[in-house]
């Protein structure tokens, strides 16, 4: 494969997270019809699938710099699949959250290879640079996933969306089997020691830098998190809007991910890693702030949410994306394991907090746009407070 087509590659593994929650939002009302259950038992099916992902990263990555990441693929989309049809024949909402933790513990191995993969072709901001076309193929997701969610709960209702994942997964799993060439050119046979384990922990967490950036990344997590898994709520709550008009304008929102992927890929040639992060913390902080004073005026309509939306996708996962690379790169000899790392701590974090803030919001747009602001406003602070290691001393 050539470094284009890797890169591509591991954006569609990525991408596979928010394909796997983006298609489920049009089905929202439909399983709660159908399944007799609450709506936020519904709306759980995101951050239960999230969490589940955190914990199998902390799996997944040691095991790929043991072993490999190609076998990793592997068993991991074969664990999703299982998952996919335990939901697909599930009969309450009970069997479906089993069914969606499969889905995400599987999933993990996606997202930690799939970065280390970027981190053992590439380091600086090289790497930032790589993870940022990653990161616009992986929008791919959240655009598309929403309009095949529709499509498929119209012609075979919530159970149909399944379907829909077990196909998208089938096919990066054929990809892996026949096209992957394996990256981890040196494995290590110590790498699932507990006393290794227990090390590598104790290096990430003792490094300034990858500390710093763990807690930022978590933060902007949040509010990503927290937008999906309330949003089909809010578009109809806040604005009577629902079907295929919220699946069509939701996957508008999704294509400030490519512009901002696209940008953050330039800038940072410009501007650096940190700098170009600042910026779009910046663009975070205004959009937050626009979109609660609006909504205080009660002066925000659809079409206005839609693009603040688009503004704040453009952003959100620059600063994510920056602070991967940031989080991963001092440590090249445990990519998989700093990639873990960061995956389980942003995620277990941010799917927690989002759990229990979807009752406190109960649909509504004001509250979770003031939350929002206050998010966005600490990241930016944080980002602006950060100074690097001079160069030449340890990060640490």
């Not at 519904?42 to 990441?69: C, E, T, Y």
């Not at 600063?319 to 995956?343: C, K, Q, T």
Request: net charge positive.
């Amino acid at each position: 494969m050539s470094r284009t087509a890797l890169i591509a590659f591991c954006g569609l593994l990525l991408s596979v997270s928010a394909f796997s929650c983006d298609i489920t939002l049009p089905a929202f009302f439909s399983m709660q019809r159908e399944l007799g259950t609450s709506i936020e038992l519904v709306q759980a099916v995101v951050p239960i699938f999230l969490m589940a992902q955190a914990i199998g990263q902390m799996a997944f990555g040691p095991v790929s710099d043991r072993f490999g990441r190609r076998p990793v693929i592997v068993g991991g989309l074969g664990l999703y699949l299982a998952g996919t049809v335990i939901a697909l024949l599930a009969q309450s909402i009970g069997a479906v959250h089993v069914g969606r933790a499969a889905q995400g513990f599987g999933s993990a191995c996606g997202i930690a290879v799939g970065r280390a993969v970027l981190r053992d072709i590439s380091h600086g901001p090289a790497l930032a640079q790589a993870m940022a076309l990653a990161m616009a193929i992986f929008a791919l997701g959240p655009i598309s996933a929403p309009l095949v969610g529709y499509g498929l709960v119209a012609l075979g209702g919530w159970r149909a969306i399944f379907l829909g994942m077990a196909l998208f997964a089938s096919c990066l799993l054929a990809f892996a089997l026949l096209r992957f060439k394996e990256t981890n050119e040196k494995p290590d046979p110590d790498a699932l020691r507990p006393a290794r384990l227990l090390h590598s922990l104790g290096r990430i967490a003792s490094n300034r830098q990858s500390r710093y950036f763990l807690l930022v990344a978590a933060a902007t997590q949040f509010g990503i998190i927290s937008f999906v898994s309330n949003a089909p709520r809010f578009f109809k709550s806040a604005f009577g809007i629902e079907g295929l008009q919220f699946a069509l304008l939701f996957a508008a929102t999704g294509l400030g991910i490519i512009l901002g992927q696209i940008a953050n890929n330039r800038v940072i040639a410009e501007l650096g890693v940190l700098a170009t992060t600042r910026v779009a913390a910046l663009v975070l902080l205004v959009v937050t702030g626009l979109m609660a004073a609006l909504s205080l005026a009660g002066a925000l309509p659809g079409w206005l949410f839609v693009c603040l939306m688009f503004s704040f996708n453009t952003s959100f996962l620059v600063v994510m994306a920056n602070a991967a690379s940031l989080v991963i790169d001092p440590h090249r000899e445990i990519a998989g394991f700093a990639s873990s790392a960061y995956g389980f701590f942003t995620q277990i974090t941010a799917s927690a907090v989002a759990i229990l803030t979807v009752p406190l919001y109960d649909g509504a747009l004001l509250p979770w746009a003031l939350s929002m602001l206050g998010v966005t406003a600490v990241v930016f602070a944080a980002l602006m407070a950060y100074r690097p290691a001079p160069v030449g001393l340890p990060a640490g």
